[in-house]
């Protein structure tokens, strides 16, 4: 503080006094602030005597040393702008009020209550922040939670007056007692840092925030999968501090904690999160029970990246199958085509063993869908081998037939050309009985032409009825031939269109079932 200012003070001072005096107290008055002044000045007092007189003059002009004095107040205010002393406190004032020291077992060592029988009540609030995978395998649930503890250690308190205003406080973790609170469903522990500090209030409220990757284990059911909707628990509960020394209750409802996660959530993948329950469950274990608080998250999957890889590509190959019904039953291609859509089936099947755990309480309904599809298929191709082997042989049916046939037309050929011989051979026969005839019995030259010509004709006629004769034989033995191989044929042919329509009947239905099954709500 500046001389100025130091001079001022008297001056406040002697103006205070002088209007509070009354009567002669202010020629007392005077003569004090005189000297006063006089000595703050530097001048001493006996050096310059002040009379009475001067002072009563001095008196009478009272109204102008008041006004001048108010404006020596408003002045000294202005310079030294209104400041006044103040206390100047610090967070490690409460500490050492408090002796909060990491040396101190007080705060850490038991439970902080003064009297054993009450128990300390904790109240805990579970956000969750993001989805991180869902393991149908190996039935594991990875959320990643906000979790804070609040509870009051009743060693705590201070003045927030008393420091200042100070009403809170951030001290080391390892300076107090913590609920031994833990996750009965973790499988694995969390390698996230741990948040170094907690809150303290001044009526002894502690808090601890803390972030948690959950590796826990969930009971799936995937019988609907991919339409599945999963609910998955976190059980929090204390470690070796029963009902009677501590108690667990949520700090949020369930309708404000599904609120929040909502808006704080950042990621959920494949899942859509529906809402977080919470409820509270007491068992007995021994002589004591133990609560469990039970937050409940409950979540639905996005079928489409499984609709798009899985079951479309598996009714694809089954419509392929139906439209090989199409396909030549003679031919190989169709017994080749329907085994090359049965071994992708057998690939789609084992990428779904990898998604599907083990085991399951009812079997899943893709798993029926690939599987009585895959039956489907497989029939459509022991129906496909049963007609190509009845169309085959009806095949070596009528081959055998025409080998035969094609050998009885041989001998058939032989014996006439034996005849034939044989007539020829007959014939000069007939010439030379006819020449010694002739010589014997000398008939007439023109009888002999005449019996000549008449032979001819009748043996060319007997040449045109033989061929008539072998063409009508040959007819009626392909006929027959042609009958017996049909038989075959026909039932290859109601074989292939009675299981036709027993397959897109069966598809049909099988497949709307299935659709419905899959759009049924759980009770």
């Not at 002044?37 to 310059?48: E, I, M, R, W």
């Not at 003059?57 to 001048?68: E, L, P």
């Not at 500490?95 to 909060?100: A, E, P, Q, T």
């Amino acid at each position: 503080m500046d001389e100025s200012s130091t001079h001022a003070f008297p001056v406040v001072y002697c103006y205070l006094q002088f209007h509070l005096t009354r009567g002669s107290n202010q020629d007392l008055m005077m003569l004090h602030c005189g000297r006063g002044f006089s000595l703050q000045a530097g001048v001493s007092p006996s050096a310059q005597p002040v009379s009475a007189q001067s002072l009563w003059s001095h008196s009478r002009s009272t109204h102008t040393a008041a006004d001048m004095m108010h404006v020596a107040f408003l002045l000294l205010i202005v310079f030294t702008g209104g400041s006044s002393s103040e206390k100047v406190c610090s967070y490690h004032d409460v500490v050492d009020y408090l002796n909060l020291t990491t040396n101190s077992g007080v705060y850490k060592l038991t439970r902080p209550v003064l009297n054993y029988k009450h128990p300390t009540v904790v109240q805990l609030d579970i956000i969750l922040y993001a989805i991180l995978a869902v393991i149908e395998k190996t039935q594991t649930f990875i959320p990643f939670v906000w979790a804070t503890m609040t509870w009051n250690n009743e060693r705590i308190k201070w003045d927030p007056d008393q420091f200042c205003g100070i009403n809170s406080i951030s001290v080391p973790r390892e300076m107090l007692w913590m609920p031994d609170l833990f996750i009965y469903e973790m499988i694995q522990k969390d390698d996230s840092p741990l948040n170094p500090y907690m809150y303290v209030l001044n009526d002894g409220t502690v808090t601890c925030e803390e972030d948690l990757r959950v590796v826990s284990t969930c009971r799936m059911d995937v019988h609907k999968f991919p339409f599945d909707t999963q609910k998955c628990t976190i059980s929090i509960g204390s470690a070796i501090h029963c009902v009677d020394e501590l108690r667990i209750f949520p700090f949020s409802n369930a309708s404000r904690a599904t609120q929040f996660s909502r808006e704080v959530m950042k990621s959920q993948g494949e899942w859509e999160f529906l809402d977080l329950s919470i409820s509270s469950h007491n068992f007995t274990f021994g002589i004591k029970q133990w609560e469990q608080l039970i937050y409940t998250f409950t979540m639905k999957r996005r079928p489409l990246l499984h609709v798009i890889n899985f079951l479309l590509p598996i009714l694809f190959f089954l419509s392929l199958d139906i439209a090989s019904f199409f396909i030549a039953d003679h031919r190989g291609e169709k017994l080749g085509f329907k085994v090359t859509v049965l071994l992708a089936i057998s690939v789609l099947l084992l990428i779904l063993n990898d998604i599907l755990p083990s085991m399951s309480n009812k079997t899943p309904l893709i798993a029926t869908y690939c599987i009585v599809i895959f039956a489907m298929m497989l029939l459509s191709l022991l129906e496909t081998i049963l007609v190509t082997y009845l169309m085959e042989k009806d095949s070596a049916s009528y081959e055998k037939l025409r080998l035969k046939n094609n050998l009885e037309e041989q001998q058939e050929k032989v014996n006439n050309c034996n005849t034939e011989e044989k007539r020829e051979n007959c014939c000069p026969c007939i010439c030379k009985v006819s020449d010694s005839e002739k010589q014997h019995e000398l008939l007439p030259v023109a009888e002999v032409v005449n019996n000549s010509i008449q032979w001819r004709e009748s043996h060319v006629l007997l040449l045109i009825l033989e061929e008539l004769k072998e063409l009508q034989h040959t007819l009626n033995l392909h006929l027959n031939c042609r009958h017996q191989v049909g038989k075959c044929g026909q039932w290859a042919a109601r074989i292939n269109r009675a299981f036709f329509l027993f397959y897109l009947t069966a598809v049909s239905l099988f497949l709307s079932l299935l659709f419905i099954e899959w759009n049924r709500q759980e009770k």
